[in-house]
């Protein structure tokens, strides 16, 4: 593993942050008139960011708002958000273990998330992680954000990586479209936030717990 680049998508993938967005999206709706969201019918849509859980939200609820009244939800979200971060959220099992056995063997950690960069540093601090990653690209790091190549190959020589020996690590549609787009490999989790089946979407491999990481990476570097 030395010298390999390591990017991870941060909700749904390093991070179970259901329950904190999913908080923070009826907490403006219910602000605004509207009965709460069950999580089920939110979580699918976590990995498109804060506007698309609110625009979900509206339209279940059958309120039409209009693109001035959804930026004012969005900035009460994020202001919610921010200071209600790391109530819930938790890092997946097994996952600080693959972190350390991937640090000792020389390679490098990176996170490459539509998540904003202020907050993808709020949560990683306040749940002791962020020192572990040479680079946090959020979506405005960079001019562009996933599923364009660059953000992800932007995330990689923030790190000190090389884009040839890099893998991306990803739960949604978005990620495995970014990893395609630059021509990296990529390993899916299926327990993160997707509205479309992680089997349909062609990763190099898929994992259910991260106890099978390690395995299904050294089957790609192969």
């Known amino acids: 593993m030395r010298d390999l680049t390591l990017v991870f998508d941060l909700d749904g993938t390093l991070i179970d942050t259901a329950p904190d967005l999913i908080r923070a999206t009826n907490h403006v709706i219910v602000g605004d008139g509207l009965e709460p969201m069950p999580p089920e019918a939110l979580r699918p849509w976590i990995s498109y960011g804060a506007r698309r859980l609110i625009e979900v939200a509206l339209s279940a609820r059958g309120a039409n708002r209009s693109t001035d009244q959804v930026d ?53 601090t306040e749940l002791g992680l962020a020192q572990r990653f040479a680079a946090i690209a959020g979506r405005d790091t960079f001019p562009v954000c996933k599923p364009h190549p660059d953000h992800l190959l932007g995330a990689i020589r923030l790190a000190g990586g090389d884009p ?24 899916a989790v299926t327990f993160g936030y997707t509205s479309i089946p992680i089997a349909e979407l062609a990763a190099d491999a898929v994992i259910d717990h991260y106890d099978e990481f390690l395995p299904a990476l050294a089957g790609i570097l192969r």
Not at 73 to 96: C, T, V
Not at 111 to 124: A, D, G, M, Q, Y
Not at 168 to 187: C, E, Q
């Open 164 to 187: 040839a020996r890099a893998v991306m690590v990803g739960d949604s549609d978005v990620d495995v479209a970014t990893a395609k787009a630059a021509r990296l490999p990529v390993i």
């Open 72 to 124: 004012t939800l969005l900035a009460g979200f994020l202001n919610h958000y921010e200071h209600n971060i790391a109530i819930e959220s938790r890092a997946f099992a097994g996952l600080e273990r693959v972190l350390d056995t991937a640090t000792a063997a020389g390679a490098r950690l990176a996170v490459c998330t539509n998540k904003r960069e202020h907050l993808s540093r709020i949560l990683l």
